[in-house]
């Protein structure tokens, strides 16, 4: 796999809404959370989802707010997701506070894209290149709403790691990703 994908649920064979373009298991697992939250509505609030429910993905999730004025702040992130950064939190961070501005833009291109577009993202492949690591993985991004659960207010995502490392990266595509909106998850 290489490259952008867009999914579009036109295309059912593409778009499974249950989840089965998820390879690893728990993210899977994460993925049906973030659906049961949704209580009929196009996406679950932030208030909606509670860390405690998901205690066994902790250390490899994140949870980050938006808002036009601040960006992408993290309010979130388990000791696995802030080691890859050399960091033990990164409680009210934004990428371009840990990344150099090269490599915060396609993280924070990523965010945009989930709250712009009201989509999910799920990539597989080189996870890590921002961070100057190059392990291989899953990654999925899960757009949360307002108190209505109407307008994207921020993101759940959670990061698996494979294979720890997939060589240098110089002559290796990136990722492979996919955006799917919610609007035509059931």
Same mark, same amino acid.
Request: net charge negative; charged share 25%; with cysteine.
């Given at each position: 796999?290489?490259?952008?994908?867009?999914?579009?649920?036109?295309?059912?064979?593409?778009?499974?809404?249950?989840?089965?373009?998820?390879?690893?298991?728990?993210?899977?697992?994460?993925?049906? /959370?973030?659906?049961s939250r949704?209580?009929?509505?196009?996406?679950?609030?932030?208030?909606?989802?509670?860390?405690?429910?998901?205690?066994?993905?902790?250390?490899?999730? /994140?949870?980050?707010?938006?808002?036009?004025?601040?960006? !992408?702040? /993290?309010?979130?992130?388990?000791?696995?997701v802030a080691?890859? !950064?050399?960091?033990?939190?990164?409680?009210?961070?934004?990428?371009?506070?840990?990344?150099?501005?090269?490599?915060?833009?396609?993280?924070?291109?990523?965010?945009?894209?989930?709250?712009?577009?009201?989509?999910?993202?799920?990539?597989?492949?080189?996870? /890590?290149?921002?961070?100057?690591?190059?392990?291989?993985?899953?990654?999925?991004?899960?757009?949360?709403?307002?108190?209505?659960?109407?307008?994207?207010?921020?993101?759940?995502?959670?990061?698996?790691?494979?294979?720890?490392?997939?060589?240098?990266?110089?002559?290796?595509?990136?990722?492979?990703?996919? !955006?799917?909106?919610?609007?035509?998850?059931?």
């Amino acid at each position: 796999m290489s490259g952008h994908e867009k999914l579009l649920a036109s295309s059912p064979a593409q778009s499974p809404a249950d989840g089965t373009f998820i390879e690893d298991p728990e993210m899977r697992r994460l993925f049906d /959370y973030w659906r049961s939250r949704r209580a009929g509505r196009p996406l679950p609030a932030v208030g909606d989802i509670d860390p405690l429910d998901i205690a066994w993905a902790l250390s490899r999730i /994140y949870l980050v707010d938006y808002s036009p004025e601040e960006g !992408f702040v /993290y309010r979130l992130a388990g000791n696995d997701v802030a080691g890859v !950064f050399g960091r033990a939190n990164l409680k009210g961070l934004r990428p371009r506070d840990f990344l150099p501005p090269e490599r915060a833009k396609p993280v924070e291109q990523r965010f945009r894209r989930v709250v712009d577009d009201r989509c999910l993202m799920w990539m597989k492949g080189m996870i /890590y290149l921002p961070a100057n690591r190059t392990p291989m993985g899953e990654r999925l991004f899960l757009p949360l709403g307002d108190a209505a659960g109407a307008t994207v207010v921020g993101v759940l995502g959670m990061t698996v790691i494979q294979s720890a490392d997939a060589g240098n990266g110089a002559d290796m595509d990136t990722a492979s990703e996919r !955006f799917i909106p919610i609007d035509d998850l059931p």
